[in-house]
């Protein structure tokens, strides 16, 4: 049987509703709280199949994990040398957060470890992180010279402090060298060209450990002990709500109210991007949930143009690029997305999957070596249309397709990797 979803079009879209944890500060909850010194409740958990790479590979590190209900679960940390050796390859399944943050962990363990994950994982580079962390004269062993998975971690004795000047702005790159400098000697220091989103600084804050945080640089010195919270809340994942607030905007008389949603500065480039387009969207009821801040937001239908952007906005809006080349297709006028060349070593080439399935519907989309050039308003039609098993491709697909004319989605179920019931609630909106 083919593997594939249909939507059709639907009309003014209503709801009242939340969404998911999110994925980000899911999979921070649960590596934190394995090494914290008491258990940790982590409620609106991402019950997704990133999130559950992470609670499998901790698990196989010794950690006793209950699940609660589906979206509640409680760590049983065992401090930060408590990790015992896995006895099989970790699975990261499709998560580079999952294998690039769990790398800074296990770095600095003594004991021996190999990871694995999918088929795009394994195509994903790695050098980004075995680099630094053998500066910190960690050892790490790959593939092909150290560029892919598979891996191998090697216990050595001690770790130590680097100044390390990031090539790119990355949070996987950034938290790993952070994890594996909470057990080295001396201050590691860690600079981006551009801060992304900083999940991991507030994470460590919340267990008790002060870090130095001066321009796009932090600084964190050896740790002692995680103090771990009773509870952590997961806030609703922005980079979710995305698809509802294009959704919104762009189907016309839609009216949509999504409640708590992470409004982390270091993560809302969509917002400033849309209203920039036009957007009518509200952002009410903030308050915090932990250290992260949260609101709601109220979205309605509104005439979208064409906007410029570029690397300094990105890492704050990295993973909303396919659903922002959507409302780019219904925008009056041009967008010219630039400094997104990070998007090529995603889940998958986002670039040239965005370039090659939306002008499957029609859409007039080129795809430039670090960015996409789109001219909106393009006459749409039906379209058959491949996720390449990317989430975010399948979700974007979806949301054209229900406010073009119709599309059919080859190999849907990769949402499952980030909002399991996407397709549930996106026919629950349109009734
Ligand atoms: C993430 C960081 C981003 C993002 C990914 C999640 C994280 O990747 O694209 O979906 O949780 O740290 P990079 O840090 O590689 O840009």
Redesign the pocket.
């Given at each position: 049987m083919k593997d594939i979803m249909k939507i059709i079009a639907g009309q003014g879209l209503k709801g009242d509703f939340f969404i998911p944890g999110d994925?980000?500060?899911s999979?921070?909850s649960v590596m934190f709280s394995a090494l914290g010194d008491k258990p940790v409740r982590i409620k609106n958990f991402l019950n997704s199949q990133d999130c559950l790479s992470t609670v499998k590979c901790i698990q196989a590190l010794g950690v006793k994990v209950d699940f609660i209900n589906e979206n509640e679960i409680v760590i049983y940390g065992k401090g930060i040398h408590g990790l015992t050796e896995p006895s099989d390859v970790l699975d990261a399944g499709n998560s580079?957060?999952t294998l690039?943050?769990m790398m800074g962990i296990l770095a600095a363990q003594p004991f021996f470890s190999t990871f694995t994950g999918d088929q795009s994982l394994r195509k994903r580079p790695m050098r980004?992180v075995i680099n630094p962390l053998s500066e910190m004269k960690a050892k790490l062993v790959s593939r092909e010279d150290s560029k892919y998975l598979p891996l191998a971690i090697i216990p050595v004795d001690k770790l130590q402090a680097i100044n390390y000047a990031m090539p790119?702005?990355?949070?996987?790159?950034?938290?790993a060298i952070l994890l594996a400098g909470m057990y080295a000697e001396g201050e590691t220091i860690v600079t981006e060209p551009y801060t992304?989103?900083d999940?991991?600084e507030r994470m460590f804050e919340t267990f008790g450990v002060k870090l130095r945080k001066f321009g796009t640089s932090i600084g964190i010195k050896k740790v002692d002990k995680f103090v771990s919270p009773e509870e952590i809340v997961v806030p609703g994942d922005i980079?979710s709500a995305a698809f509802w607030l294009v959704a919104a905007s762009i189907i016309p008389n839609s009216k949509l109210i999504i409640r708590n949603i992470g409004i982390n500065p270091t993560r809302t480039g969509i917002l400033d991007v849309l209203k920039d387009m036009g957007a009518n969207i509200e952002i009410v009821n903030e308050k915090w949930s932990g250290k992260e801040p949260v609101a709601d937001f109220i979205v309605r239908s509104a005439e979208l143009k064409g906007v410029t952007f570029g690397a300094e906005i990105m890492?704050r809006l990295?993973?909303e690029i396919p659903i922002l080349t959507v409302a780019a297709m219904f925008a009056e006028g041009d967008t010219i997305i630039s400094g997104a060349g990070?998007l090529r070593?995603?889940?998958t080439d986002r670039l040239a999957a965005i370039e090659a399935e939306f002008t499957k519907m029609g859409a007039k989309i080129q795809a430039t070596d670090d960015g996409l050039i789109i001219h909106g308003k393009a006459a749409l039609k039906e379209a058959e249309c491949y996720s390449y098993h990317d989430h975010r491709i399948a979700m974007a697909l979806a949301i054209a397709g229900m406010a073009a004319h119709g599309v059919t989605i080859q190999s849907p179920h990769c949402v499952d990797i980030?909002y399991p019931n996407f397709y549930t609630v996106l026919n629950e909106l349109k009734k």
């Open positions: 994925k980000s500060i999979h921070r580079g957060t690039r943050l980004r790119m702005a990355s949070a996987q790159v950034k938290s992304s989103r999940h991991t980079s890492p990295i993973d990070e070593v995603k889940e980030s």
